[in-house]
């Protein structure tokens, strides 16, 4: 970063906040979407705890947006003692809009007649509130034409979240691997409309809570297929479907156990149908199992030649 010396440098904390690596860099605005319930075993038992951790790359003076419309109050205490610059979603910058556009406002500035995100998913306009309230708190340092911010918008892709390849069966990549994302994924996945059978690749670090991620997406997925993924801290795929088979009430769907991603991928081509669709799901090992050879495009095997 330093050699090509970037006019800015956009910077995803991992693991909490407060005591990840990322957290060295003193920020000029630090951005906090939302705050759910993930790595609890070392953030902390209840959204107040997680929230405090996050709230560790806030710095005094600066530009916090907080993008999650009920934040714990551990991030708005957090700010106020060390004297950050809270933008609060619904306080110091909102949205609104119909079906063909929305629009921005803030400490001063409004955008009207914006265009959608092209990203898809129902959490993407609160996530763009939050993009354009950091742009405008940085931009003494930052100027950013209207114009841009419209190109942007248009724009922007951003690969495994919420990602539909064409193809038949479609496949859907999403990296959404805890319960907050996962139902968002389970509403994106409902907005598609109706599809035969959808069949869904899963697999997921083992400090995850399954049980309200199966209970969100479960009326969803008829073919479940777990797998393996290359890192210690990931859970078995027999664990999963063992997991997935105790909470299962459904005579119709059915599991199974994979070795890797692309393995999965592969029995769940095998499985569909044409008009069929396949969620790939669950950690970035997952989703970044299928794509690492680049983006799959599918075609049932009875419409390939001699099929």
């Known amino acids: 970063m330093t050699e090509e010396k970037p006019d800015v440098a956009i910077l995803e904390v991992g693991l909490g906040g407060r005591l990840d690596a990322v957290n060295i860099i003193d920020t000029d605005c630090a951005v906090i979407t939302s705050i759910d319930l993930d790595h609890m075993e070392y953030l902390g038992p209840d959204r107040e705890s997680i929230g405090f951790e996050k709230a560790g790359i806030l710095r005094p003076g600066k530009p916090a947006i907080v993008s999650d419309p009920m934040p714990p109050q551990s991030v708005i205490d957090h700010a106020a003692a060390i004297g950050a610059d809270l933008w609060r979603f619904g306080t110091d910058f909102n949205v609104s809009g119909d079906k063909q556009q929305w629009g921005w406002s803030g400490r001063g500035r409004r955008y009207s007649g914006l265009a959608y995100p092209a990203l898809r998913g129902a959490n993407q306009l609160i996530n763009a509130a939050g993009v354009l309230a950091a742009l405008e708190a940085l931009r003494p340092q930052l100027p950013i034409t209207a114009q841009a911010v419209r190109n942007g918008l248009a724009m922007v892709e951003l690969p495994g979240r919420f990602q539909i390849v064409p193809g038949e069966p479609a496949l859907v990549l999403d990296v959404a691997h805890n319960a907050h994302a996962v139902a968002a994924l389970a509403e994106n996945l409902d907005a598609m409309g109706f599809y035969p059978t959808t069949h869904g690749v899963f697999g997921v670090m083992a400090d995850k809570d399954l049980a309200p991620i199966l209970a969100r997406i479960g009326p969803m997925i008829d073919r479940w297929y777990f797998t393996d993924l290359p890192t210690l801290r990931a859970a078995k795929a027999a664990d999963l479907l063992a997991a997935w088979q105790a909470q299962n009430t459904r005579t119709d769907a059915s599991g199974s156990v994979h070795a890797g991603p692309m393995e999965a991928l592969r029995a769940a081509i095998e499985q569909a149908g044409p008009a069929d669709r396949i969620v790939v799901f669950g950690s970035f ?23």
């Open 285 to 307: 090992f997952t989703v970044g199992g299928v794509l690492e050879n680049g983006t799959p495009r599918l075609q049932a095997k009875h419409l390939l030649p001699g099929g």
